[in-house]
């Protein structure tokens, strides 16, 4: 089994940063790929970022060019870095874990809540 604990959620204004963590025990040789997915209210939940051991990586059309998504293999820990905050991104973030990075891994985090006021 794999534990994932996220940190780092809190409010901001629209236009500030937050940066989100996510850390990874247990049997973590089984993960290769680790990501964040966010679910608003009344809504699916939806990719935000997914990287592998080799550091590739997909992000959702909606972040590109504001969110970067990065890890530390030795201590499975991932970061997803968030600026230029909107109102739209307000939303649980669960971190996600698994073999590859173009699949949902069957790991999840309790989630963190990031709220962005306009």
């Known amino acids: 089994q794999v534990q994932l604990v996220e940190s780092g959620g809190g409010l901001v204004q629209a236009g500030g940063s937050l940066r989100l963590s996510c850390a990874a025990s247990g049997s973590t040789s089984s993960i290769n790929a680790m990501g964040w997915y966010r679910q608003a209210p009344g809504k699916q939940r939806e990719l935000v970022a997914r990287i592998n051991r080799g550091d590739n990586t997909n992000y959702s059309d909606s972040v590109k060019g504001r969110f970067t998504i990065s890890r530390v293999n030795a201590n499975n820990t991932v970061f997803l870095q968030m600026n230029s905050l909107k109102p739209e991104d307000t939303a649980v973030y669960y971190c996600?874990?698994?073999?590859?990075?173009?699949?949902?891994?069957?790991?999840w985090g309790q989630g963190t809540q990031v709220t962005v006021s306009s």
């Open positions: 996600n874990a698994g073999s590859w990075l173009g699949i949902t891994g069957p790991y």
